[in-house]
């Protein structure tokens, strides 16, 4: 592991995409964008911590990607990226 913590943005709606799926839980090439960002944190840059900031469908997430390593962060209210890192 390093001496590193990723966070990862995962609490918008994704409204743009019209869909009732929470846009992290989008299949691109068959897996859930948001199972490669997990990935490249705990595979690539072996993080000695991953924060996962969730907020719209946030149980449904938690479940798809329970996993011991990863942290998740629940963001009630969705007031930008900078208010999801504080």
Do not use: C
């Not at 001496?3 to 090439?29: C, E, F, Q, W, Y």
């Amino acid at each position: 592991m390093n001496n590193v913590a990723t966070i990862i943005l995962a609490a918008g709606k994704g409204t743009r995409m019209k869909s009732d799926l929470a846009k992290v839980l989008h299949p691109l090439l068959g897996s859930p964008m948001l199972s490669y960002a997990i990935a490249l944190s705990l595979n690539e840059v072996k993080a000695e911590k991953t924060i996962v900031v969730v907020g719209h469908q946030a149980d449904q997430i938690e479940k798809k990607f329970a996993d011991s390593r990863i942290e998740f962060v629940r963001q009630d209210e969705q007031l930008g990226t900078g208010h999801a890192v504080l």
